[in-house]
């Protein structure tokens, strides 16, 4: 996939706004079923230590605290200042590992381990060395070089000499949350966050040998403007991350409270965000950077920009990542694991999670076992996420169908983008166009067994597609 040629085409894109899921994965989260719990999960597991080859571990561990609330987060957290509320969580989070480390066969490497929140450092550096040290103590951890141990940083609550101690504990990468530097807009969704203490996390983080830097943005939160948002932009060029994502700023207040403290009044047209989008698109790749997919941008030495040129890009719950042959341990509440053909989901209510773990079950809420349809078709849309192509003849190889039948309501579906010139069919692959490239959810859509255009008026929980 040549990423970093990006049409932007605004007609396009504005008739094709239009709510979809993100396919972080296939089946996605609503299709997820309180029939799969603690048995199933276990059967999973045995059934993937049986792989003739063993597959690699991927590790997350979600913190759900945060010290106050911004009100465009649709995460998973809970707002405290009791910082004593970290240590309960963190005697639960070594009894979760200790159920289900033993589980995996002790010669199934970790090469993957993310925090994510919430605000992982909530947890002060020696807390989460803890958890280090149990998920150390309990899984191998690879001592490869492409090991990726990466955390979330508020920089907003991290002091700088905290960084030198993280990596110490072995991180190697931090993803930092902006959103946006502009005050008007920082004022509106309630997280004050300045230029210097950002560049101070960033600078210790260089200073201490941590090798990875990510920033988050987000483009259409209140009050922003072409103005302020190209600011921003060019800031955070300064500051030269080695990745970026720019989310679109989902306006769910249904599914999401926080977000029903915005000010409608100060929300951003479709025009608007389409604007913002184009100077962020412009901006970044005239700055250098690739684009990678979806809303991710990297610079052309950076490993997931080389391995989208190898075609070895994988994407799931956490972002695109590098390791695509591994399973999915999630831990700590509302984590989302994926093992074998299987997803399983703890409980998304902390006091939910906490009982299961006391009373020393796995805490499973819900989650599913895949068919074969399923696994082919997560294999075709992991493909398009991340390599923009849907490869015709290897998937008919590896599942044993002739494609054009096998998705003839599919390609009825899909025809619409091909007149409009999103994508391009051959006899071997389906590829989006340089137009296509920031409409993947879209060609993906056709493809997605679950979805109709009645579960999409029946359950608003989709963000638009820009």
């Known amino acids: 996939m040549h990423a970093q040629h990006v049409t932007f085409d605004a007609d396009l894109l504005r008739r094709y706004d239009r709510p979809g899921p993100r396919y972080t994965s296939y089946p996605t989260a609503p299709q997820f079923s309180p029939a799969f719990g603690e048995a199933q999960l276990r059967a999973a597991i045995q059934a993937s230590n049986e792989d003739p080859i063993p597959r690699q571990l991927s590790l997350y561990v979600h913190v759900p605290f945060c010290t106050s609330p911004c009100f465009y987060c649709g995460c998973n957290r809970v707002i405290t200042r009791d910082t004593a509320r970290g240590e309960g969580y963190l005697i639960r989070l070594q009894r979760e590992i200790s159920l289900i480390a033993p589980l995996f066969d002790r010669d199934r490497e970790v090469i993957q381990l993310h925090f994510g929140g919430g605000t992982p450092n909530f947890l002060t550096p020696a807390q989460l060395g803890e958890v280090m040290d149990s998920l150390r103590r309990q899984f191998l951890f690879s001592s490869g070089p492409d090991n990726d141990i990466s955390i979330e940083i508020d920089p907003r609550v991290c002091p700088p000499e905290w960084l030198p101690e993280l990596a110490k504990l072995g991180f190697n990468r931090i993803s930092l949350g902006v959103q946006d530097f502009d005050p008007t807009v920082q004022a509106a969704v309630n997280r004050i966050q300045s230029v210097e203490d950002t560049r101070a996390v960033i600078e210790a983080a260089r200073n201490a040998g941590i090798g990875s830097i990510n920033i988050d943005l987000i483009y259409g939160l209140p009050a922003q403007t072409l103005d302020g948002f190209g600011k921003t932009l060019d800031t955070v060029v300064a500051l030269r991350p080695d990745r970026l994502a720019v989310y679109s700023y989902a306006h769910l207040p249904h599914l999401f409270k926080p977000q029903k403290q915005i000010d409608e009044r100060l929300l951003l047209s479709g025009e608007a965000k389409l604007a913002l ?116 003849t290897a998937l008919e190889r590896r599942y044993g169908i002739e494609f054009h039948h096998y998705f003839a309501e599919d390609l009825k579906r899909l025809q619409p983008l091909v007149d409009d010139g999103l994508v391009v069919l051959s006899a071997q692959s389906i590829r989006a166009t340089s137009r296509g490239r920031l409409l993947l959810r879209n060609i993906a859509m056709c493809f997605d067994h679950y979805l109709t255009s009645a579960t999409l008026e029946t359950h608003p929980r989709f963000s638009r597609a820009i």
């Open 277 to 392: 989008l184009q100077l962020a698109v412009t901006r970044l790749t005239a700055a250098g950077y690739v684009y990678i997919g979806m809303d991710h941008f990297a610079l052309p030495d950076d490993p997931l920009a080389q391995a989208q040129q190898r075609g070895g890009l994988h994407r799931n719950f956490m972002g695109y990542t590098t390791h695509a042959d591994s399973d999915l341990i999630g831990l700590g509440v509302s984590a989302i694991s994926h093992i074998g053909n299987s997803y399983s989901q703890n409980p998304r209510i902390l006091s939910d999670w906490e009982a299961a773990v006391d009373a020393g079950r796995l805490p499973v809420s819900r989650g599913m076992q895949l068919s074969e349809d399923d696994t082919l078709r997560a294999d075709l849309i992991q493909a398009l996420m991340c390599q923009g192509e849907i490869p015709i």
